[in-house]
């Protein structure tokens, strides 16, 4: 038997004495693409952010093909799992290919001349050839988040993490970017996902998990959360946004 990618462990994480996340626990094939919806505050970034341990945890254990994330130098985890934030998070003063090249660089060592043959390669997977040598703020919204996917994915990771990618965007752009993260889920990377868009979650999803003041309060499949919800919560909060 072969472990899961992603193995998380009866988690708990407090800010002072706010209990954010509450004994999470959950597991990730290869190829899955989780998609973890809740109301605001409910520990959904923080979550994201314990995997790639940009936070610590107080108790429990996670664990990435196999090996707690602990016991893996901070450098290979963030290239190992890449991560999409609201608002792209590009240094303004880098143009689109810049940004891309900067891990490449920096995280894998990359010299020159192959770093920026592999971010040209990745901005044309997400749509972004004629963009290469724009700076941030000659991209619109959309654009600005497909080179942020761009550059996660140029570390080659072995699991990508999105927190809510498209919910700064303007209504017309959320469409381009889902399109390159349905792209992606198809051409088999694994996922998790914070989003609030319900066609997504239930045309990609292989789960879906409710979290609600730090419990994962229902997790199954799109179609049993959406036809056929065990919990009440988990109804009316699917029900609100769909
Ligand atoms: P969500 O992403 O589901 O909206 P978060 O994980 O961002 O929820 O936040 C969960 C709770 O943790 C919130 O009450 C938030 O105020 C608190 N929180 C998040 N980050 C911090 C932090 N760095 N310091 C203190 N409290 C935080
Ligand atoms: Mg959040």
Known sequence: MTDPLVDVDDVYKSYGEERVLDGISFEMDRQDVQVLVGPSGSGKSTMLRCI????????????????????????DLRRDVGMVFQDGNLFAHLTAIENVKLGLKRVRDMGDKKA?????????????????????AELSGGQKQRVGIARALAMDPKLMLFDEPTSALDPELIGEVLAVMRELADEGMTMLVVTHEMRFARQVATDIMFLEDGRIVEHGPPEQLFEDPENERTASFLGRLT
């Open 52 to 75: 790639n341990r940009l936070t610590d945890i107080d108790d429990g254990d996670i664990a990435l093909d196999g090996t707690s994330i602990f016991d893996i130098d901070e450098n």
């Open 116 to 136: 920026t043959e592999k971010a040209a390669w990745e901005l044309e997977q997400v749509g972004l050839r004629e963009q290469a040598n724009s700076y941030p």
